[in-house]
């Protein structure tokens, strides 16, 4: 993790005002509206990256809903992912993510302001209430964030396999998916390079409620994943 001790380092006076902000965020989550938590995420992150040498370009940001109460579908290419969303997504965002997530220091902070969704996928009972809570905050306006491969692909910007389960909420839910191809995303924390990088976010349209509502979810998965492949082989 070379590129974040250049962050730490880079901000090393910034670094104990950051943390008692950090704190006092995720331990009062409910004293601060989704604007201003996503505002303080926003800054944190800009920070992270102008110390880190990374740069995030993004794209397709008019094909973002500007009515609250979708679901981001991006590959998952490595730790960085959420961060760079985090930056370029004008609208508050929480994230559904694996509950060994949820044990590690700074990112448990940071997905608690988030109000993230912690998922066992060892347990099948408890990976179906999380679908059902999902559904609910989606439905209730709150905009989510799935990794339909599951797991970090760990093959640079080779896809994975899109699991259909991962659109069981948004169908519940009856919102628009949005698909997000992310190049690069692996280089800032998946590899020991602290050279400058460039993240590309790419938005694309989304799939209506009516333009998917008589596929299955796996029908739902392949045409997500299709898309998003067809975006990175033309701009990676």
């Known amino acids: 993790m070379k590129r974040i001790l250049l962050m730490v380092i880079r901000n090393i006076i910034r670094v104990p005002g950051l943390l008692i902000k950090l704190w006092k965020f995720s331990s009062n989550v409910d004293k601060y509206t989704d604007e201003e938590r996503n505002k303080f995420l926003k800054y944190i992150v800009n920070i992270a990256n102008e110390g880190g040498n990374v740069k995030i370009k993004s794209f397709g940001t008019e094909n973002i809903p500007n009515k609250d109460g979708f679901m981001l579908f991006p590959n998952h290419q490595g730790m960085y992912d959420v961060l760079a969303l985090l930056d370029v997504c004008p609208r508050p965002l929480s994230v559904v993510a694996k ?14 302001i988030m109000n993230a969704i912690f998922m066992d996928r060892e347990d099948v009972r408890q990976s179906m209430q999380v679908i059902i809570e999902v559904s609910k905050q989606v439905a209730q306006g709150r905009n989510y964030i799935i990794f339909p491969e599951g797991t970090r692909s760990r093959n640079g910007n080779k896809v994975g396999e899109f699991k259909g389960g991962s659109f069981k909420s948004a169908t ?12 690069d995303s692996f280089k800032p924390f998946d590899t020991g390079s602290t050279k400058e990088v460039t993240v590309q976010v790419h938005f694309l349209k989304p799939l209506s409620y009516e333009e998917y509502q008589d596929m299955k979810t796996n029908e739902i998965a392949c045409e997500v994943q299709r898309r998003i492949v067809e975006v990175i082989e033309k701009n990676k």
């Open 99 to 112: 509950k060994e997530v949820a044990k590690i220091p700074l990112l448990k902070q940071l997905f608690k």
């Open 172 to 183: 519940k839910a009856k919102c628009p998916i949005v698909p997000i191809a992310l190049i």
